[in-house]
Nanobody, 121 residues
Framework: QVQLVESGGGLVQAGGSLRLSCVAS????????MGWFRQAPGKEREFVAS??????EDYASVRGRFTISRDNAKNTVLLQMSSLNPEDTAVYYC????????????????WGQGTQVTVSP
């Protein structure tokens, strides 16, 4: 059974940092692109960042504050978040896909359950 499990969320003050981790099991994700999405209350799920199997990174508006990385040997994807602000408050999801645009949620085959990130003013 394929699973993606996120961790690292929590409550942080504005200006602080968090590091999210996503560990995949059940298959190798070495040839998958991996992405992070987020969903705030009352809003649609939105693209945050992605990384290809070879390490090419792409970011939404969080570029410069967030950094995505991966360790294929450990089937792990990280999202380092800094300079957090209350608008970053959301449930963050890790996902894996192979085809289509990595910015499009519908391209992804596998999703984690999400981890809550709350940024206080």
């Amino acid at each position: 059974q394929v699973q993606l499990v996120e961790s690292g969320g929590g409550l942080v003050q504005a200006g602080g940092s968090l590091r999210l981790s996503c560990v995949a099991s059940g298959r190798s994700f070495g040839n998958y692109y991996m992405g992070w999405f987020r969903q705030a209350p009352g809003k649609e799920r939105e693209f945050v960042a992605s990384i290809s199997w070879s390490g090419n990174e792409d970011y939404a508006s969080v570029r410069g504050r967030f950094t995505i990385s991966r360790d294929n040997a450990k089937n792990t994807v990280l999202l380092q978040m800094s300079s957090l602000n209350p608008e970053d408050t959301a449930v963050y999801y890790c996902a894996g896909g192979r085809y289509g645009s990595a910015r499009y949620a519908g391209s992804y085959e596998y999703w984690g359950q999400g981890t809550q990130v709350t940024v206080s003013p």
